[in-house]
């Protein structure tokens, strides 16, 4: 998945298999609207599509593992069968393990293995490609409070190198391993954009990258047009060579993709 030099950035949809998006505001999944959207997001040009049954928004209560299960597995099964590549963003190995059976090609963890111990094994057993996540949970307490970090950089990379570590230990190749700076995650907006800034520092580190910048808060504080200046935070890391950019609005990034790859490439199409 990580493994072709020189290829663009790819598009990563966001599926959010939530109540807040798929129901009628009850715990009930609407999921043949689930697999619409999907496709939609594929239809604009998403290369691959990631399932999440779990918000992790600010101040979000965990859902059960059942429910989980239950939302997430019968999308990613569901639209395997239809060819398109998904991801499963879960803290939970039994759904990780689960999702990869029905046919997912990554685990996406926001916890970066950290928060079930059964997970840096499943994500060994699955023999898939996994990002790991920064969001530090644990000098802090509150894991979705915004705490300001003095040093983000020298942070994000040193959590991100344990958390490899840890995944190699449990016999992960590195070659399978994405990173992901964790924009948003229990980081100020100051944080976040100097993240942005700096991205060549995280980059240093050796592995593929995955940017998460879509809708947060720290862009919708800008006023304005949240999808746009997502498309604006693609453009620039997509110049930057970053394996993929996980958002909502797949048009928008998929243009700024191929914006950036125009000017990468010096004008020639590829
Ligand atoms: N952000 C959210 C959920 N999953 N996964 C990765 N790898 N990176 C992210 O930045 C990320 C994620 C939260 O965003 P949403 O609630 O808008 O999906």
């Not at 190198?161 to 924009?183: E, F, K, N």
Request: net charge negative; aromatic share 4%; glycine share 10%.
């Amino acid at each position: 998945m990580f493994e072709q030099a020189g290829r663009r950035t790819q598009v990563m949809g966001i599926l959010n298999v939530t109540e807040d998006s798929f129901s009628d505001g009850g715990r009930y999944i609407d999921f043949d609207k689930a697999i619409e959207h999907a496709f939609a997001l594929r239809d604009a040009g998403a290369d691959l599509i990631d399932v999440g049954g779990e918000s992790t928004r600010p101040g979000a209560v965990r859902v059960p593992e059942e429910i989980e299960h239950a939302r997430v597995i019968p999308v990613v099964e569901e639209l395997s069968r239809a060819g398109i590549v998904t991801s499963v963003d879960t803290m939970r190995a039994s759904v990780a393990s689960a999702a990869v059976a029905a046919g997912a090609s990554l685990i996406n963890d926001v916890s970066g293995g950290q928060a079930d111990p059964d997970m840096l094994q499943a994500m060994a057993d699955a023999q898939v490609p996994v990002c790991l996540m920064h969001w530090q949970t644990d000098r802090f307490g509150d894991a979705s409070g915004a705490h300001h970090r003095e040093h983000v950089i020298a942070d994000v990379r040193t959590h991100l190198l344990s958390l490899v570590d840890a995944a190699t230990r449990a016999g992960i190749d590195q070659s399978r391993i994405c990173l992901d700076p964790g924009l948003g995650f229990a980081k100020t907006a100051d944080n976040n954009w100097s993240l942005l800034r700096h991205l060549d520092e995280i980059q240093d580190l050796g592995f593929p990258l995955l940017i998460g910048a879509s809708r947060k808060r720290f862009l919708t504080e800008l006023g304005g047009d949240r999808d746009a200046a997502t498309a604006a935070v693609t453009a620039i890391v997509a110049h930057q060579g970053v394996w993929a950019v996980r958002v909502h609005d797949v048009a928008g990034s998929a243009m700024a993709v191929q914006v950036a790859e125009r000017i990468r490439s010096g004008g020639r199409s590829n």
